[in-house]
């Protein structure tokens, strides 16, 4: 069975305190692993999709990084802006459209 | 450019009463997919259309729930009838016809008493 577990399930950073959140994943065929950050009554906003293995992308103080097994989303001297929930997705080959989510992690970043 | 858009935002309703939640796609977009959204289980896909046809729909929870896409702008999400434990936030979300990647709506938070 397809399943994504990210951890820790909160994290509470100081600004300027760099961290990593992790995504770890079991599914048949990886299609696409995707990162998107939710606000407290908004809907998910996308930020990254990572195809295979040793790939990386960036937007400003995130990064994301891929292997066979789970993503990493390094967040660099974080703001206080930063913080809200990031949420990591899988979409397995064979099943396009299908996005199976973790439960999250919830970042807070104080200043 | 406008984003998903969903109606109504929030819904307060009494438990037995139909429901009814829709949803507006990016203009250009070929996929619409309707997401549950709840503390216990987190984010779940319900049903998903490519072309305005049903592709997957083992994550409707049970007859209660249909859903529509009578054209290339416009699905609804019906429940009737609603109980309490339907109370969650209902997103929608649509994806371009070259990309992987799904846009989310705002989102209906129902409260179903």
């Known amino acids: 069975e397809d399943q994504v577990t990210q951890s820790p399930e909160a994290l509470r950073l100081q600004e300027g305190e760099s961290s990593s959140l992790n995504c770890s994943y079991t599914v048949s065929g990886l299609r696409g692993l995707f990162w998107y950050r939710q606000d407290p009554g908004k809907g998910p906003e996308f930020l990254f999709t990572?195809?295979?293995a040793g790939e990386e992308k960036e937007k400003e103080r995130l990064k994301a990084t891929l292997t066979k097994k789970e993503s990493f989303l390094h967040i660099t001297a974080p703001k206080p802006e930063d913080s809200a929930t990031y949420l990591c997705?899988?979409?397995?080959?064979?099943?396009?459209?299908?996005?199976?989510f973790g439960q999250g992690t919830t970042l807070q970043v104080k200043p | 450019d406008a984003g998903v858009i969903q109606s109504p935002r929030h819904e307060v309703t009494e438990m037995g009463q139909e429901v009814t939640l829709r949803c507006k796609p990016i203009?250009?977009?070929?996929?619409l997919f309707w997401y549950r959204q709840t503390m216990m289980r987190g984010l779940e896909l319900l049903i998903y259309?490519?072309?305005?046809?049903?592709?997957?729909d083992s994550g409707m929870p049970e007859d209660r729930f249909s859903a529509k896409m009578p054209n290339a702008s416009f699905s609804t999400l019906k429940i009737q009838p609603s109980e309490p434990r339907d109370s969650a936030v209902y997103f929608c979300?649509?994806?371009?016809?070259?990309?992987?990647?799904?846009?989310f709506g705002p989102g209906t938070r129902l409260t179903v008493l």
């Open positions: 203009s250009g977009h070929n996929s």
């Open positions: 997705a899988v979409q397995a080959m064979g099943n396009t459209g299908k996005l199976i």
């Open positions: 990572l195809y295979s």
């Open positions: 979300a649509s994806g371009g016809v070259y990309t992987d990647t799904q846009y």
């Open positions: 259309f490519n072309n305005n046809v049903p592709i997957d």
